[in-house]
């Protein structure tokens, strides 16, 4: 696995159950996978001869991240590795304008949105988003970086022209959105096979603070059955259209007048940590079988409710995480605890926990409580 985050930690965990060996190519030694795994490459995903050597001897390669340049996993399959996701589909979920493209054509939902350069043109979009109906002003717009971000890095509520102005400033090259009436955020999470066989996980609700997932509910609590079976369906089909081995995450919107995609993830993803308990296969271990090209694993819930909810630095000071963990477990022993190894900085993911339950109101409220327990000590 190419990137040695939390994601290719959960996944040397998967892959020992698999009698395979996780191989981590990170940037620096004390990354989160770094610090479990066996056998760490010291390297950078940018470098193609770091990727190349790195491969060598490898069954497959996937990746924790989005960021591995396209025209390496090009080269790098053009030589006969097997590196999944492919460039060819990986290539709309680094790239939002190329992801917005593919969509529209493929007609799936998506929120009205246009590249975008300058701020007449951010402002125009916004007086168009305004013409229609019961649209106010069309402000306030999102304008998104198309590359790089993550955890609402690289999106922006832009409130008026002045500050599309001072964002078009920076340089970013952006695409903007037509800010979504939602009532909620949802994820269908899918897994795709080389051979082409696909397994779907219940729909889940996603919870976000300040543009950073914070809760992961499973099931998603009163969706109808028809919207979460579309929601599946549609990754389904998305999966296979784009080309997708691995795991694809598509992140949507709940709105009145039904779904809309936001984005698409290729890899282990935060909306699925829940699965690790939570369901039969873990989203780790699936993503494994899918790019070793294993039939997939059965997906279905192991108990009527199941939270997720990260856990973020802190403020520095009072007890140790260590400390808070001990009288976590003595406070609620059926809470299950992931950390990641990360050195806490505020507002960083530095681990998750589950709760399993039957009443999804109680469960939601452990989880939430062991969450802000480790977070903040109180
Ligand atoms: N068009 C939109 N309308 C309303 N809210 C939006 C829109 N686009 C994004 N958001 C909000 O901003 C959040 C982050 O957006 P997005 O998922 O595109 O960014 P990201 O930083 O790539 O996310 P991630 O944390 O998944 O990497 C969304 O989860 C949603 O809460
Ligand atoms: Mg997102």
Not at 328 to 346: C, E, I, S, W
Request: charged content about 20%.
């Amino acid at each position: 696995m190419v990137g040695g985050g939390q994601l290719a930690r959960m996944t040397h965990q998967a892959a020992i159950a698999l009698g395979q060996s996780l191989r981590v190519l990170s940037q620096a030694p004390d990354d989160s996978a770094a610090l479990v795994a066996a056998d760490v490459r010291i390297g950078t995903h940018t470098d193609l001869s770091a990727l190349r050597e790195f491969a060598k001897g490898c069954d497959a390669v996937t990746f924790d991240h989005e960021h591995v340049p396209t025209g390496h996993i090009a080269a790098l399959a053009a030589e006969g590795v097997k590196i999944y996701p492919g460039a060819e589909a990986i290539v709309f979920a680094q790239d939002k304008r190329r992801m917005r493209e593919r969509l529209s054509e493929l007609g799936a939902p998506v929120p009205r949105w246009r590249p975008v350069s300058t701020a007449a043109e951010i402002a125009d979009f916004a007086a168009e988003v305004g013409a229609r109906p019961g649209e106010g002003s069309g402000w306030p717009v999102v304008a998104k970086a198309v590359r790089g971000g993550y955890d609402g890095r690289g999106v922006w509520m832009l409130a008026d022209l002045a500050a599309a102005e001072e964002l078009v400033a920076t340089g970013v090259e952006l695409i903007v959105e037509e800010r979504v009436p939602l009532r909620r955020e949802i994820a269908a999470l899918v897994a795709r096979s080389p051979f082409g066989q696909v397994a779907a996980y219940p729909v889940v609700e996603t919870v976000q603070r300040d543009g950073i997932c914070v809760e992961v509910l499973a099931p998603a609590p009163g969706l109808p059955e028809e919207l979460a079976v579309e929601a599946q369906q549609l990754a389904i089909d998305l999966a296979h259209a784009l080309g997708v081995v691995g795991l694809l995450a598509v992140e949507l919107f709940e709105t009145a007048d039904g779904i809309v995609v936001n984005e698409l993830a290729m890899r282990p993803h935060n909306s699925g940590h829940w699965t690790i308990e939570g369901a039969r296969t873990s989203q780790f271990e699936q993503h494994l079988r899918a790019v070793l090209d294993y039939p997939m694993g059965e997906t279905s819930l192991t108990a009527p409710a199941v939270v997720m909810a990260n856990v973020l630095g802190g403020a520095p000071g009072g007890m140790t995480l260590d400390e808070r963990l001990h009288h976590l477990f003595a406070a609620d022993p059926g809470v299950r605890v992931h950390l990641y190894g990360k050195q806490v900085r505020p507002g960083r993911k530095i681990g998750h926990v589950t709760v399993l339950g039957d009443d999804m109101t109680s469960v939601r409220a452990r989880a939430a409580r062991a969450a802000r327990w480790l977070q903040e000590g109180k």
